[in-house]
């Protein structure tokens, strides 16, 4: 039985142990409670996180003799990578699911939340590498990208049918444009598909500019048009909330303006 974000943060908040002032247990609980330890964490990353706050600093490899009680009460989980002198400690908050956790392990997305395309092997980066990710981020999704066409399907089908996903743009490419009828009968296609995307146009085009995608735990800056995504040199840099967490929220509040104000892509 899966354990709900909302069931954890109640367990901290009736526990006395897990909330005692001033204690290793108390910290770790407020990161959570906060928002900051919202992902998986190596234990140095962890532990950096931890000595931004208040309270006696904590080593990396004092993790270990640390965590017990949190493990105990199911409130934060551990996975191990490696052996020996290589292996690591990931810490991450027991309401993420361990098999998407292990996943985005075996990837290397989280020791690495920046993709470089080459622009030379578009296939496996619109395939295989973007993929990972997309699997990084939770809840459903906003996406910005100033100009759309048939390679907007391509990339949009990768985030999948169960959540909702919204996607803004500006406008039509020119090579759509030459053949609007394909473009019309692929845009049919999609939409009957994949009814949890909806696509808006937003009429004043000059002001979207950069293309990006919003999360609930993070921004995704995607250097090259989505449309056209790793057809050329570019980055796809991943941000995570606490990175962002000032202009975050200011860029969902665009995003809803714009939305408001757009109309469906037909």
Known sequence: MTTTKKQILHKIDVSASLTRQGSFASRV????????????????????LLNEGFGKKVKANNLTALMPPLLK??????????????????????????NKVENELFSGVLENKALFLTGSDAWTDSNKNFPNIINMLNGDLCIVDP????????????????????????????????????FEINLKKFKREFKNIKMKRYDKFFELHDRYILADNALVVVGYGIKDFANKESFVVFLPKKAVSKFLPILKGIFEKRWK??????
């Open 261 to 266: 104000k757009s109309n469906d892509i037909i």
């Open 73 to 98: 009460e199911g409130v934060v989980k551990i996975k191990i990578v490696g052996r020996g002198r290589n292996k690591k400690k990931y810490w991450f908050p027991a309401w993420i699911d361990k």
């Open 29 to 48: 609980c407020k990161l959570l409670k906060d928002g900051e330890f919202d992902t998986v964490l190596s234990s140095q990353k962890l532990t950096d």
């Open 147 to 182: 100009f759309y066409g048939n390679g907007t399907f391509y990339l949009l089908e990768k985030f999948g049918k169960d959540r909702k996903i919204r996607f803004l743009s500006g406008r039509l490419g020119d090579e759509e444009q030459q053949k609007l009828s394909n």
